[in-house]
């Protein structure tokens, strides 16, 4: 499934980096502390995270998720959204908390409609 794909499945708003939501979703990853995040998150997988700043989108760069997902309306600030359309990363975003949104992704990973 794309990243285009699931921002459709579950309702998800695009931000910025359209150019990027042909991307295959191949996991997740939730987490707040970019230093963790950037040792931690796989290529092609999710980032569920509250942070929406230019390090933000340094971080999706260096770890090659497939996009970024606001959770809780968290707010994309300007000098972060003009990075992510000049790099083509995805940042979408949901109203739902990060637990309500990691298990919602969990659930399309397990049932196979990433695979």
Do not use: F, H
């Amino acid at each position: 499934m794309t990243v285009q794909e699931m921002a459709e499945t579950c309702a998800w708003k695009v931000l910025a980096g359209e150019d990027g939501l042909d991307r295959e979703v191949e996991g997740c990853y939730a987490g707040d502390l970019l230093s963790w995040v950037m040792a931690r998150a796989q290529s092609g997988d999710v980032w569920l995270t509250v942070m929406g700043n230019i390090n933000a989108i340094a971080v999706a760069s260096l770890t090659d998720c497939a996009c970024i997902l606001l959770t809780e309306s968290a707010a994309l600030d300007e000098n972060a959204k003009a990075r992510a359309e000049q790099q083509g990363i995805p940042v979408l975003t949901t109203e739902k908390n990060t637990y309500e949104t990691a298990v919602q992704v969990a659930q399309l990973l397990q049932s196979g409609a990433l695979s």
